[in-house]
């Protein structure tokens, strides 16, 4: 932050209102909602020493990587909601800077955001994907690509179970093969990651119009 901004709009806490060192959230929440080094490279979920699970041994998932910045706490639960439905973009700026801070890039030649479909779309009046997806693009330097489309306006995934989410997802997105081009190596935005039935959803159908892509799967939050 700019010293002028900095003294013009003294960062405050987005959730205790309260005035902060750095970002616009309190230290605490930060330490609070770091995740364990002692999980899967591949799904993110909780693993001894950060090796491989037994899931992804037994039945690897499509894309090869997954990062998140935080733990799904309940504040962060909160706040995410706001950014999602309540209308609360500027949200997106810390969220996306988190998460941007920590992520290992190196090799990642496109983001492509989770898209939504487009009647969801018009009710919201944007997609959280890729209000993350900008951000994160600019401060990273990688391009954006629309390499995915959303075919079928799928229910609300939140009361589905790991089963169910992979039916309520079987054709959801369509490649653009147009758009990814030669590209070899992306990463997926999302804003939350749950059983990670959308990024394998999705993964599944980028590999299929461009064999051997490799894809990694970031979001701010994982649910545990
Ligand atoms: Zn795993």
Same mark, same amino acid.
Not at 168 to 192: C, M, T, Y
């Given at each position: 932050m700019h010293w002028l901004e900095r003294w013009l709009f003294p960062p405050t806490c987005v959730i205790t209102g309260t005035a902060t060192e750095q970002f616009d959230l309190q230290q605490t929440f930060i330490d609070k909602w770091q995740i364990s080094p002692e999980i899967c490279p591949r799904c993110a979920e909780a693993s001894p020493h950060g090796q491989i699970c037994g899931l992804c041994l037994n039945s690897p998932p499509a894309f090869y990587r997954t990062q998140v910045a $935080?733990? $799904?706490?309940a504040e962060l639960r909160d706040l995410i909601h706001q950014f999602k439905y309540a209308q609360h973009l500027h949200l997106s700026r810390l969220l996306a800077e988190q998460l941007a801070d920590r992520l290992d890039f190196q090799g990642v030649e496109a983001l492509i955001p989770i898209p939504l479909h487009t009647s969801r779309l018009r009710e919201r009046g944007y997609n959280q994907a890729l209000e993350l997806a900008r951000i994160i693009s600019k401060q990273l330097n990688i391009p954006i690509v629309h390499g995915l489309t959303r075919q079928v306006a799928t229910p609300s995934q939140t009361k589905l179970n790991a089963k169910q989410r992979r039916r309520n997802l079987k054709h959801a997105f369509a490649a653009d093969g147009s758009q990814l081009g030669e590209l070899r190596h992306i990463a997926l935005i999302d804003d939350v990651i749950t059983t990670g039935a959308t990024m394998q959803s999705a993964t599944k159908v980028l590999q299929k119009q461009q064999p051997g892509l490799v894809v990694q799967a970031w979001a701010v939050a994982k649910t545990q």
């Amino acid at each position: 932050m700019h010293w002028l901004e900095r003294w013009l709009f003294p960062p405050t806490c987005v959730i205790t209102g309260t005035a902060t060192e750095q970002f616009d959230l309190q230290q605490t929440f930060i330490d609070k909602w770091q995740i364990s080094p002692e999980i899967c490279p591949r799904c993110a979920e909780a693993s001894p020493h950060g090796q491989i699970c037994g899931l992804c041994l037994n039945s690897p998932p499509a894309f090869y990587r997954t990062q998140v910045a $935080f733990k $799904f706490d309940a504040e962060l639960r909160d706040l995410i909601h706001q950014f999602k439905y309540a209308q609360h973009l500027h949200l997106s700026r810390l969220l996306a800077e988190q998460l941007a801070d920590r992520l290992d890039f190196q090799g990642v030649e496109a983001l492509i955001p989770i898209p939504l479909h487009t009647s969801r779309l018009r009710e919201r009046g944007y997609n959280q994907a890729l209000e993350l997806a900008r951000i994160i693009s600019k401060q990273l330097n990688i391009p954006i690509v629309h390499g995915l489309t959303r075919q079928v306006a799928t229910p609300s995934q939140t009361k589905l179970n790991a089963k169910q989410r992979r039916r309520n997802l079987k054709h959801a997105f369509a490649a653009d093969g147009s758009q990814l081009g030669e590209l070899r190596h992306i990463a997926l935005i999302d804003d939350v990651i749950t059983t990670g039935a959308t990024m394998q959803s999705a993964t599944k159908v980028l590999q299929k119009q461009q064999p051997g892509l490799v894809v990694q799967a970031w979001a701010v939050a994982k649910t545990q």
